[in-house]
């Protein structure tokens, strides 16, 4: 649970509400199919449904600033390197702009392509 403190108070935000805000921004921009959960019995990556987004989303705090990891599935013929570059900038838009926590990092690692 990672927080800030202002004039009126401490306020704490949970890992599942970040990860939401963190699933929804990825899934809006162009060429992103999905968030990509590991299935623990084989492995394999597979391709959230909408309402667990926050699963292909790993959170952790260094120095006080936010570190983020997203897991996703990208749209075949579409350039990887923007969709990643564009994730990044939407995700600590979104995230500095809704809750006021400093972003430190965000890895994006590409699970899949899908046709």
């Keep these: 649970m990672l927080g800030i403190t202002n004039n009126f108070g401490l306020v704490n935000y949970s890992d599942e509400v970040l990860a939401n805000i963190i699933g929804v921004s990825t899934m809006e921009c162009y060429g992103v199919v999905g968030m990509a959960s590991r299935n623990a019995k084989d492995g394999l990556w597979e391709l959230i ?18 570190c983020i990891e997203l897991y996703i599935i990208v749209q075949y013929g579409t350039k990887i390197s923007v969709i990643a570059n564009n994730i990044i900038q939407k995700v600590k838009y979104n995230i500095e702009k809704y809750t006021g926590l400093n972003v430190g990092s965000i890895t994006v690692n590409v699970q899949g392509v899908r046709v």
């Design 49 to 66: 449904r909408a309402e667990s987004l926050s699963k292909g989303v790993k959170l952790y705090n260094k120095d006080n600033k936010l």
